[in-house]
């Protein structure tokens, strides 16, 4: 290739004056079969309610959930991911592996509203849990913490009872060593190999959770999760930790939050040739809405740039609380 040219005889203008020749030449195109809507469902009947801190995301009950899966349905969008909110929260968070259980409930109705709409469950106990841990705790050493190998077991029973329930995808996020192995284990060996696994590969310790914890009331009841989420400040172990879930059987690799971690998805790209997710997390769409709301940004064009940027960066798919209102405007 030979070295461009210098102006004037070269003008990049040239590919931006016309509308249409803009649109030609574009590289990065938002599909809404690329976005994935997270929903959350809790126990009882009847219930719509809005999360404050998350404009135009609710929580709702099993009944009521099927209106927003046909609309996302409806609208072409790629999926959508469930977290569940049980009635009665234990030390082990025993209702994410009940068959009978807030998030087995919500995957059976999502798919009687869309059988054709892709069902990803969260894989975690953070949910479910009266701690507000990711796992099963052990005070073996005199300092409470979540037992890592004893929450695999549970992790794998999870995984099983959401595929049994008739998840697509199951997406496992409490960052236990060796949870993708375990969950491809316990999947396989009941019969379930064509349920795949978006492991949440590179999930930080981050500040721009708060909206979630407060949408599934996850909130830990002592310390934090930095025992076991990672580190922020480090790229080189972001590496290591998505090249182990590669490695274990991860059908797709997720990366969270998504802005913060643009450097982390782009490196990642080079990486490995699995299809890569970033998820926008809460906080990042609240600050959004709530500049927006103070008419400090035009928060649908921000919306949209912040997608572009995740799909320039490397993502195949992008799960974020806007994916109703991208999809719209498309």
């Known amino acids: 290739m030979s070295p461009d040219h210098h102006f004037p005889t070269t003008r990049l203008r040239r590919l931006r004056y016309n509308p249409a020749v803009r649109r030609l030449v574009q590289e990065t195109a938002l599909d809404p079969g690329k976005?994935?809507?997270?929903?959350f469902v809790r126990a009882g009947e009847g219930v719509r309610q809005e999360i404050a801190s998350m404009p135009g995301n609710f929580q709702l009950s099993p009944d009521q959930l099927g209106e927003e899966v046909r609309e996302a349905a409806g609208l072409g969008l790629g999926g959508i991911i469930l977290f569940g909110i049980p009635a009665k929260k234990d030390a082990?968070?025993?209702?994410?592996?009940?068959?009978?259980?807030?998030?087995?409930q919500a995957i059976r109705a999502a798919k009687e509203a869309a059988p054709d709409m892709l069902v990803t469950s969260d894989v975690c106990f953070c949910e479910y849990t009266d701690h507000g841990h990711c796992g099963v705790l052990n005070d073996k050493t005199g300092h409470l913490d979540v037992d890592n190998d004893a929450t695999l077991e549970l992790l794998g029973l999870q995984a099983l009872s959401h595929a049994r329930a008739g998840a697509d995808l199951v997406a496992p996020s409490g960052m236990m060593d060796g949870m993708v192995g375990?969950?491809?284990?316990?999947?396989?060996?009941?019969?379930?190999?064509?349920v795949a696994i978006m492991a949440y590969a590179i999930k930080q310790a981050s500040a721009f959770y708060g909206p979630f914890r407060e949408?599934?009331?996850s909130a830990p009841e002592f310390g934090d999760r930095k025992g076991y989420q990672m580190d922020v400040r480090n790229w080189r172990e972001a590496m290591r930790e998505a090249a182990l879930d590669q490695a274990q059987g991860a059908d797709i690799l997720m990366v969270k939050p998504g802005m913060p971690c643009l450097d982390l998805l782009a490196r990642l790209r080079e990486e490995?040739?699995?299809p890569l997710a970033a998820y926008q997390v809460s906080g990042e769409y609240a600050m959004i809405k709530a500049a927006a709301a103070n008419g400090w940004l035009d928060g649908d064009a921000c919306m949209r740039e912040a997608m572009q940027a995740f799909k320039r960066a490397g993502a195949n798919m992008v799960i974020t609380y806007a994916a109703l209102e991208l999809a719209e405007s498309f």
């Not at 082990?92 to 087995?104: K, V």
């Open 272 to 274: 490995t040739s699995l």
């Open 35 to 39: 976005l994935i809507l997270p929903l």
């Open 215 to 217: 949408a599934v009331q």
């Open 92 to 104: 082990t968070g025993s209702d994410s592996t009940n068959d009978e259980g807030i998030i087995q």
């Open 182 to 194: 375990e969950v491809r284990d316990s999947l396989d060996g009941e019969g379930h190999e064509n």
